[in-house]
């Protein structure tokens, strides 16, 4: 409990971004107020609240779950109310529906301040709720802008001085390739939602009081020290959220998961934990390619595999690949639960995405990587993990991003097999992992950022 206000408890809306790698510690965020005795109401659509795990049931009573339909849009698929029920070419008509959403949350926020009883004291908007930002504005409760991602990383991206451009670029080892600057341009300048990527953040930061970062100086000892402020905001660390072992998002609950059970099977830290997230998927060309890479290495695999939009199940893998690779490789469409498995004593490395979430959650089980980021911060987390020495990123052509099966193979053996390398990479993951598994560091995170909402003044 956070004994260092005695003051009531506080009362905290949440506003998560419609993606699972922020509704997922948004409810982390939740869980770990309400373990402290304030009341939480974590606003969403009701098909993304649906999916969430269970909250614990120590904190159920103070946790309420505020659902709010997502408009209707043209052409957006039916129950797409997260961004992984939606195609990459279709993530404007999604944000379209997203913005539909202020009217209602608006109206909840009225309603709540109407009776004395609920009226919030703080509310927390995700990174792109401009609408959550005024319409905090609009009722003079203050407003902190949540931003999920790593210090280094925000500190390269945001208004940063040119001390932080070049710390930014010493702490991250490399300059960002051609293909992944495009795709940045890309999505700062897309608009048929009425509004870029780029205006959405700089109206919520410019309506909010106080700016929430996923990080903690223990973390990013260089990198937090040079993100004190945002836009003349301070910024807060609120620890990396790491999950709890006990419960909740990506754990079987019985134990009883075919993944599970085909790593109980083999040999402890032969397996290499293959996962590109929940949002866009590889094309089918490049599953293909990942596929044979898998099968070049030579290493045990299990595959948690997205399928491509709009390909046949027969084409989704290449001809033969599953009956060349049985003896040793398993690939699962459906969920599999990451957290189990990365806990798992079979688990070599982690061949991931880079997604803020997973590489956490890799570094919670002291987990090599193999990187193979896609869109959004994936590419700069990924050259912070192997300027740290964490793995390698398996190598991509600099103009259109490819790869092909040969560097995933040189990839997976350089952090799964090859003695030498892996052992460096084993090492500072090892160092890592006590940093994410500290607990003690990132509850006091929280403490110190409900004390910082306690003691706010404008």
Known sequence: MDNSYPSSPLHVVICPWLAFGHLLPCLDIAERLASRGHRVSYVSTP???????????????????????????????????????VPYEKFELHRKAFDGLGASFSEFLAAACADEGKKPDWIIADVYHHWAAAAANEHKIPCVMLLLGAATVIAGWLGRS????????????????????????????????????????????????LVAIRSCLEWEPDSVPLLT???GKPVVPLGLLPPSLKGGRGISKN???????????????????????????????????????????????????????????????????EERTRDRGLVVTGWVPQISVLAHGAVAAFLTHCGWNSTIEGLLFGHPLIMLPIFGDQGPNARLMEARKIGVQVPRNENDGSFNRDGVAAAVQAVAVEDESRRIFVGNAKKMQEIVADSECHERCIDDFIQKLRSYEE
């Not at 120590?58 to 339909?69: C, G, M, T, W, Y």
């Not at 790593?263 to 596929?291: C, F, I, M, T, W």
Request: contains cysteine; glycine residues 8%.
């Open 162 to 209: 040119p001390e932080q451009a070049a710390a930014e670029q010493e702490l991250s080892g490399a300059r960002p390739p051609l293909f992944e600057t495009e795709r940045m341009k890309l999505m700062s300048t897309q608009r048929a939602s009425g509004m870029t990527v780029a205006e959405r953040f700089s109206l919520t930061l410019m309506r909010c009081n």
């Open 255 to 321: 134990g009883d998961d075919a993944a599970l059970r085909w790593l109980n099977e083999k040999p402890a830290k032969s397996v290499v934990y293959v996962a590109l997230g929940s949002e866009v998927p590889l094309r089918a060309d490049q599953v293909h390619e990942l596929a044979l890479g898998l099968e070049l290495a030579g290493t045990r695999f299990l595959w948690a595999l997205r399928k491509p939009s709009g390909v046949p199940d027969a084409d989704v893998l290449p001809s033969g690949f």
């Open 47 to 85: 098909r993304n609240i649906a999916r969430l795990p269970p909250v614990r049931h120590a904190v159920a009573p103070l946790v309420d779950f505020v659902a709010l339909p997502l408009p209707h849009v043209e052409g957006l698929p039916e129950g797409a109310e997260s961004t992984n029920d």
């Open 229 to 231: 402020t945002l836009g």
